[in-house]
């Protein structure tokens, strides 16, 4: 039993990525995307001037049997565990890209149900499934991104024309069905042929996670070109939260994060954050 406990421990404990070393008392959790590789934010920690430690957190590690976290939830309470294992109490500093962000904000509420501080949840172009959006957003996104497939239909020559617009017209059409399935039922993500295992896994664990109301504050970082979805994440986050926060970072979804120009304003961007003096005090010498 007691070497059973040490595995368990252990294997917490190894959900933990140091991205770059820093000052210990108050590091700086970062989720990323959902390719579930924990180094997935290195090059935005590398570029960020703050002197904490920066973390990677591997979210998507497997249990005792092999088996993928099968929700949002589950991956947000393992790492949950992970964090106080380096991090006993807070205030915690918790930042999520893409798919990190949905996890990071279930381990944002689990510690705040536990009486911990929230000094900074950071959602880094985060969305959540179509199938959950309000209503207005989701027929205002299918517009824009209908214009922006039109655009690009018109350019390409006719034996790419036809076979393109059968591919988006199914897409769109899939997209229409799924607003209607009610969110109670569990759903399955068709087969991506360039997706890896995990990638096919996140699809999936993400079409059937719908957000909750969180009782604090988050901030935003969007970036600037939304094409990719049609819908900036800090409209849809309005309303989700206590008090939302907005910050518009240069670049697309992926370029955000592998984009040296948009890296460079996104680390900015969380220095400034970090710097606010609710955030400073954690870096405070506790007597």
């Known amino acids: 039993m007691a070497a059973l406990s040490q595995y368990n421990t252990n294997k917490i404990a190894g959900s933990l990525v140091q991205l770059r070393k820093g000052a ?49 939830e589950i991956m947000a309470d393992r790492s949950c565990s992970a964090l106080r294992t ?5 205030p915690y500093h918790i930042v999520g890209y893409s798919f990190g962000g949905l996890v990071a904000i279930e381990v ?35 517009a824009r991104l209908i214009r922006r497939h039109l655009a690009i239909l018109l350019r390409l020559p006719l034996n790419q024309m036809i076979p393109t617009l059968f591919n988006r017209s199914q ?9 209607q399935v009610p969110s109670s039922r569990r759903i399955s993500i068709p087969k991506v042929k360039t997706a890896t295992a995990i990638e096919q896994h996140c699809k999936t664990t993400m079409s059937n ?7 604090g504050k ?30 518009t970072i240069s670049g697309t979804h992926v370029g955000i994060v592998t984009n040296n120009a948009s890296l ?4 900015a961007a969380l220095d400034s954050n970090l710097e606010e003096p609710n955030v400073l005090v954690a870096l405070t010498p506790r007597t």
Request: with cysteine; charged share 25%; glycine share 8%.
């Open 108 to 142: 944002a509420r689990l510690l705040r149900e536990s009486g911990e501080e929230i000094a900074l949840l950071g959602l880094i172009d985060t969305l959540f499934d179509h199938r959950f959006w309000p209503m207005r957003i989701f027929l205002r996104s299918q």
């Open 171 to 179: 897409r769109l059409f899939f997209r229409f069905v799924r607003q």
């Open 264 to 267: 460079t304003d996104l680390a």
């Open 24 to 72: 210990e008392d108050a590091p700086l959790f970062l989720f990323s995307g959902g390719d579930g590789n924990p180094h997935g934010l290195t090059a935005l920690a590398s570029r960020m001037r703050n002197i904490r430690t920066m973390t990677g957190v591997d979210f998507y590690r497997r249990d005792n049997h092999g088996q993928l976290p099968s929700t949002v």
């Open 209 to 215: 996670y719908r957000p909750k109301y969180y009782a």
């Open 86 to 90: 380096l991090q006993p109490h807070g």
């Open 218 to 247: 988050i901030t935003v970082f969007s970036a600037e070109n939304c094409d990719d979805f049609g819908c900036d994440p800090a409209e849809l986050w309005q309303g989700m939260a206590t008090d939302i926060e907005c910050r």
